[in-house]
């Protein structure tokens, strides 16, 4: 059985940090992506890595800021290290399950956790 388990939303003030974290279970050699989303807009791509790790790609609103990484121990963790968080960043973030392409380019699947609410307070 798949699951993707999201942690470590909460309330920030503008400028602070916060780290997410996704356990993800049941999967092997996917690549996995932090997407985000607001009440009546669409779900927007954050960030992206590969299984291995060695491969990443942001999206512009997050590079510089964020950080993702992944943990293959014996669990699967991915993370999302947040970093000068901006009100504009507030939104209910999504790990995702996927296909991380040689090319850098992340496709997704129909493979989401259940969300965790981000608020950025200025």
């Known amino acids: 059985q798949v699951q993707l388990v999201e942690s470590g939303g909460g309330l920030v003030q503008a400028g602070g940090s916060l780290r997410l974290s996704c356990v993800a279970s049941g999967f092997s050699g996917y690549g996995f992506g932090w997407f985000r989303q607001n009440p009546g807009k669409e779900r927007e791509f954050v960030a992206a890595?590969?299984?291995?790790?060695?491969?990443?790609?942001y999206a512009d609103s997050a590079k510089g800021r964020f950080t993702i990484s992944i943990d293959n121990g014996k669990n699967t963790v991915v993370y999302l290290q947040m970093n000068s968080l901006k009100p504009e960043d507030t939104a209910v973030y999504f790990c995702?399950?996927?296909?991380?392409?040689?090319?850098?380019?992340?496709?997704?699947?129909?493979?989401w956790g259940q969300g965790t609410q981000v608020t950025v307070s200025s």
């Open positions: 995702n399950a996927g296909i991380f392409y040689r090319n850098g380019d992340y496709s997704y699947r129909n493979y």
């Open positions: 890595i590969n299984w291995s790790g060695g491969n990443l790609t």
